[in-house]
Every structure is written in structure tokens, then in C-alpha cells.
């Protein structure tokens, strides 16, 4: 079972989205079998865990697997039956408060740093939570009038893109936690990471050029409107930075010359005692290794490095001469064919998180998914090897505080046009 969720994580051809939500006549089996799909493959993800991994919270910043089977339960029963659904029974009261994130319209919600005291419900009635929520949503898809149809699949797409980014998280979060384990486990012994793309240059000429979505298919309002922007010229390196460039930047002092680093992150890299990425362990012998989804091993000097936050790669960039790229420069660039643009790691660019210029949140506790964040953050770009099928696209923009670094989180370098 941990190979397929494993293969589900690192194929990156269209298994999903589902179909059009504008598509007349509606295909509702399609929309089912779509449902169906993303439902299976949290619990494909789930399935190598024990319940004691399950309920494990390692950080503030983490969630227990069990939790992400439920909150993800807990938003379609939240914004699609409670109110749409005819005669839809709530499975249980108490857990619109226990699985609730961070949505105040939606009420009242339990403290997210006590997300792992939370031993009952057991993961057994999650999952009875997660089937009776299942048979409700394809219940509706079947019978919602077609006057309603259009917004029941509307908010249904909104949730599977939501439970796609939550099995994303239902990785790197076990990871963290077995990485704090003495005896190293491993989420799925046969994990490997994707050979790394070649190496070369990109290069754009700059000019104005469109970014963001521009229709047909799916987005986060996030990405919205469309608008333009004035490019320099720059080149993009196609080749991620690697593990054996950032052991030479290591060599280097890297971690201990504070004319590299931003004054925050210096501050953050001497409090939490940086001196190599996240979960990169040193031997006796000196030989480094890194705790991975197949457990410890021996660090690969050929892989794109991960597990840096954006403090290190900003870093990085200076000590070798570069930039990151701006989020718009990325985005013409994977239009152009940026090699290792996806299913690798999410690339850390040097654009704060803000809205584009005439950016509305939609109406609702529904705003409160993106518009709200919009502040104290770094865009990063791209997908990784835990991104599921058919979540990545050339505009999509996830976001991160500058410290964190337990998402597979690297970077790729820009710099002028000589």
C-alpha cells in the first residue's frame, strides 16, 4: 500500500482535475468518480501508518494524520451539506469544532498547537466519520437540482484542490515526526526521489508579459486576475541547486558568515542552531544523511536540495553570486519549459506573498482560505514529490513563512542576462 501512495505522490500526469465545472450537459458520474479519487488517495496515503503515527503532532506547525482525515471530512460536510444537503444528518456536533482550522465564520475551533491531545475520536471513527460524509456528497452530486448544481460543484472542486494540499501535508508532516524518532522509521521503504533535471539556462528576453490564471480549468482565487507585468531581461538556471553545491556552500562557512544572511534569518539560524538543511544528520565520520519518507539515508550529492527555508536559500543566492527569482519571472519561465518546474520540491522565490492588483476574496468563510494569509510570507512556486496527480500548474502559489523549512522546499537560482 505505501508504494502505491508513493507513486500516486510522484506521477505528475492529469489523474485530476475533474471535469468542467461550466460543462453542459453535467457528467455527475464523472464528478463522483473525481470524488471518489482524491477520498482514496488520503487513505491510500494513510494507510502505511499505524493509529499511534496517526495521532502523533511533532510541531506546532503539524498536524496528526487522523486530523487531516478529518478536517478534510469536516470542510465538505462545513460548506457543502450543512446547507445544501436535504435531510443531511450531522455525524456528530463536536466535531465541527475539533476540525475546524482556521475558518472564524465557521465558529468556534480547537486550538491548533492541541491538535495531537486529541486521542478520541479514534481513527476508526474517522474513517466512519469520512464514509458518511462520502455517501452524503454522492448522494447530492446525484440528486442536486440543476438549477443548484453549478455551485454544489463549485464548492465540491474548491474541496478536492483543499484535500489535495492536505495530503501533501499528510507527508511532510509524518516525516517530521518520524524524524524526531530515535529509531528513524520509514513512511515507505521503497520512496525514492525523482532523477534531477539537467542542467543549462533559460533565458527571457523580458518585456510585459501576462501572469496569473487565465481561465479554463481550476484556480485559487489566489491567482486571480490575470494581469500584466514589466520583465528585465533574466536568465533562469533550468538545474535545481544540489545537495553537493549546498555541501560546498557548508565548506564554505555558509551557515557561520552573517554578511550572507538576511537580519532575521541570521537571527533564526543562530536561535535554532542551523548549520545544514532540515533533517540532515552528521556522523562521526562526517558523512552526512538525511532523514527521508524511506527513512535515513546517505545524502546524494546529485539530488535538488531540500528542506531549506527561505532564509537559507536567500542565502544561498548571495553566497553564489545570484538571485532567487521573482514569482513572475518563474511563471514565464516554466510557460517557456523550465526544466524540473514540477514534482521535485516547491522553489522559494524572492516575492512576498500579496495580492495581485485587483484581487477581491470570495464572499463567505470560503474567503477566508487565501486573502487572509496575504501578509509576512514568501511565495514559493512549482510542486514537489509529494504533490498529488494533477495539483500543479504554471500560476499556483503556496506560501511560507521565511523560517520554515519541513515542506520539500528548495530553490533554483536567476540572475542577469550577460
Known amino acids: ?18 471535469p468542467d465545472v461550466s460543462a453542459r450537459p453535467v457528467d455527475r458520474s464523472a464528478w463522483i468518480a473525481a470524488f471518489r ?52 444528518r450531522i455525524f456528530d456536533e463536536r466535531f465541527l469544532y475539533l476540525f475546524n482550522s482556521y475558518y472564524v465564520a465557521a465558529g468556534p475551533r ?7 491531545l486529541v486521542t478520541r475520536p479514534t481513527c476508526e471513527e474517522v474513517a466512519a466519520y469520512r464514509d458518511h460524509v462520502d455517501g452524503a456528497v454522492c448522494t447530492l452530486i446525484e440528486t442536486a437540482p440543476d438549477a443548484a448544481l453549478a455551485e454544489v460543484l463549485a464548492i465540491l472542486e474548491i474541496g478536492l484542490h483543499h484535500e489535495q494540499q492536505h495530503q501533501e501535508l499528510l507527508l511532510t508532516d509524518i516525516l517530521h515526526a518520524f524524524a524526531q524518532n530515535p529509531l528513524s522509521p520509514a513512511y515507505d521503504s521503497g520512496w525514492r526521489f525523482p532523477a534531477p533535471p539537467a542542467g543549462g539556462t533559460l533565458w527571457l528576453d523580458g518585456g510585459i508579459v501576462p501572469i496569473g490564471h487565465a481561465g479554463g480549468g481550476f484556480s485559487f482565487d489566489n491567482e486571480l486576475p490575470r494581469h500584466e507585468v514589466l520583465l528585465q531581461p533574466v536568465a533562469l538556471d533550468r538545474a535545481l541547486v544540489t545537495n553537493g553545491e549546498w555541501l560546498d556552500f557548508m565548506q564554505d562557512g555558509g551557515y557561520a558568515r552573517p554578511e550572507l544572511w538576511l537580519s532575521d534569518g541570521w537571527a533564526t539560524a543562530q536561535t535554532e542552531g542551523w548549520e545544514a538543511p532540515g533533517y540532515w544528520r552528521q556522523a562521526g565520520d562526517g558523512v552526512w544523511s538525511g532523514m527521508t519518507l524511506a527513512g535515513l539515508k546517505a545524502i546524494d550529492p546529485a ?31 516554466a510557460r517557456a519549459g523550465l526544466d524540473g518546474a514540477f514534482g521535485h520540491v516547491w522553489q522559494w522565490t524572492r516575492s512576498s ?66
Open 37 to 88: 479519487h482524491v477520498r482514496d488517495e488520503t487513505e491510500r496515503r494513510a494507510a502505511p501508518l499505524s493509529p499511534e503515527d496517526q495521532q502523533i503532532q511533532s510541531m506546532p506547525d503539524a498536524s496528526p494524520t487522523k486530523w487531516h482525515r478529518a478536517h478534510t471530512t469536516w470542510f465538505f460536510e462545513q460548506f457543502l451539506l450543512k446547507d445544501r444537503a436535504h435531510g443531511y
Open 303 to 333: 539530488l535538488p536540495v531540500t528542506h531549506v527555508s527561505y532564509y537559507e536559500a536567500d542565502a544561498f543566492a548571495r553566497w553564489a553570486g545570484c538571485d532567487l527569482p521573482t514569482e513572475a519571472e518563474w511563471e514565464a519561465a
Open 353 to 418: 506573498y500579496s495580492a495581485y492588483p485587483g484581487y477581491r476574496p470570495v464572499p463567505g468563510a470560503l474567503g477566508e482560505y487565501n486573502g487572509k494569509f496575504m501578509v509576512n510570507q514568501f511565495v514559493l512556486r512549482g510542486s514537489s514529490v509529494a504533490t498529488p496527480a494533477g495539483h500543479s500548474r504554471a500560476t499556483y502559489r503556496n506560501f511560507f513563512y521565511p523560517h520554515q523549512r519541513w515542506q520539500f522546499t528548495g530553490l533554483r537560482l536567476s540572475h542577469g542576462r550577460a
Open 110 to 116: 480547537a486550538p491548533r498547537v492541541s491538535r495531537g
Open 1 to 18: 500500500m505505501a508504494a502505491t501512495a508513493t507513486a500516486q505522490a510522484t506521477d505528475m500526469r492529469p489523474a485530476f482535475p475533474p
